[in-house]
């Protein structure tokens, strides 16, 4: 149970082209989500945190207008990086938190999307 | 802002207990400490957390301090497939972010 799914799991687009990532809880509702970013070779960056049916809130550092996060239903967030450049190329990770759970229970990750811009 | 402190890398034979070690000396009293574990290019797997009692489950042990400063994980019998790098975080159950550190990069060898 609680499976997080992310799509696409890789994507290659062209600089100022925008890209939407998915991220479904397959099994489960989760009315939090939370996006990651990572570079080779380092570790897992909070990006923000996404409540359904609110706006998301982005830790210091993250341009809100750049990376922009719906969490319009209890499965689904999306995270769309907009005109993307060479340097938002990373590796994005969601993570889900099965709702109505106590706050002490593990968040559970997705895949991972990795996006490449040329 | 990450709160905790892992070695950057350790070995460990196959088929021998692989004890990683983490310090969170400015755990707050109510915060939780998880483990993960992240394989290359995958999201990061859930392997156990706890808050003050020792814990275990089919994964791995918990072993918690009792200062709660620090906590080691505990694979009783590692594998070539636990080769991963091992985060420890802590976090308030409020929020529930998590601020991953560097964690430590565990090879398992044969």
């Known amino acids: 149970g609680a499976v997080v799914s992310q799509h696409p799991s890789w994507v290659i687009c062209k600089s100022g082209t925008s890209v939407k990532i998915e991220c479904r809880s397959l099994d489960f509702q989760a009315t939090t989500m939370f996006w990651y970013r990572q570079f080779p070779k380092q570790s897992l960056m909070l990006m923000a945190t996404?409540?359904?049916?609110?706006?998301?809130?982005?830790e210091q550092g993250v341009e809100k207008d750049k990376f922009l996060i719906n969490h319009a239903s209890l499965t689904l967030s999306t995270l769309t990086v907009t005109s993307a450049h060479p340097e938002d190329s990373s590796f994005y990770i969601c993570?889900?938190?099965?709702?109505?759970?106590?706050?002490?229970?593990?968040?559970?990750f997705g895949d991972g999307t990795r996006l490449s811009i040329l | 802002d990450a709160k905790t402190t892992q070695p950057t890398s350790m070995d460990c034979a196959e088929g021998r207990a692989a004890n990683l070690p983490c310090n969170h000396s400015t755990i707050s009293g109510n915060e939780y400490v998880y483990w993960y574990r992240q394989i290359h290019s995958q999201g990061p797997q859930y392997i156990i957390h706890?808050?003050?009692n020792n814990e275990t489950n089919e994964m791995a042990s918990l072993i918690i301090t009792e200062d709660r400063k620090s906590s080691t994980l505990i694979l009783p019998h590692a594998t070539l497939r636990d080769t991963a790098v091992y985060y420890c975080i802590v976090s308030f159950p409020t929020g529930n972010q998590f601020y991953f550190g560097t964690g430590t990069s565990l090879t398992v060898i044969p």
């Open positions: 996404s409540n359904e049916g609110s706006k998301a809130t982005y």
């Open positions: 993570s889900a938190r099965v709702a109505g759970q106590t706050f002490n229970q593990p968040q559970h």
């Open positions: 706890g808050l003050k």
